[in-house]
C-alpha cells in the first residue's frame, strides 16, 4: 500500500534551518508529483511546495526564496531544505501525493522555532 513516512523534523532557531525527508513506497514514485504541506492546531492544512515527476518546483509565496523541495527518484525521497526559519512556522509538516485523484498523506513530523 502507499506509505509516506516522513523524518527531520524538530527545534530550530529563528533564522535556522531545518531538512525534512520524505520516504515513499507502494507506487511509482518517479511518475508522481510530490508536495509538501503544513498545518498548525485549528488552522486548515496549507501547501508549502510541490514538483513534479520532472523536477519542476512550485512555492507558496510565503516560502519562496528560503525553502527548497527536491527529488531522489532513485531512492524514492522527496526534500524540504528550509531556510531562515520564522517561529510562525511551528506546524506540524507533511507530506503528499495524490494518486487516481484520492490523496495520500505521511504522519507528519513537527518542526518547532523558538529561542
Known amino acids: 500500500q502507499v506509505q509516506l513516512v516522513e523524518s527531520g523534523g524538530g527545534l530550530a532557531q529563528p533564522g535556522g534551518s531545518l531538512r525534512l525527508s520524505c520516504a515513499a513506497s507502494?507506487?511509482?514514485?518517479?511518475?508522481?508529483?510530490m508536495g509538501w504541506y503544513r498545518q498548525a492546531p485549528g488552522k486548515q492544512r496549507e501547501l508549502v511546495a510541490t514538483?513534479?515527476?520532472?523536477?519542476?518546483?512550485n512555492y507558496a509565496g510565503p516560502v519562496k526564496d528560503r525553502f527548497t523541495i527536491s527529488r531522489d527518484n532513485a531512492n524514492n525521497a522527496v526534500y524540504l531544505h528550509m531556510n531562515r526559519l520564522e517561529p510562525e512556522e511551528t506546524d506540524v509538516y507533511y507530506c503528499n501525493t495524490t494518486l487516481a485523484f484520492r490523496d495520500y498523506w505521511g504522519q507528519g513530523t513537527q518542526v518547532t522555532v523558538s529561542s
Open positions: 507502494g507506487f511509482i514514485f518517479s511518475i508522481n508529483a
Open positions: 514538483i513534479t515527476s520532472r523536477g519542476r518546483t
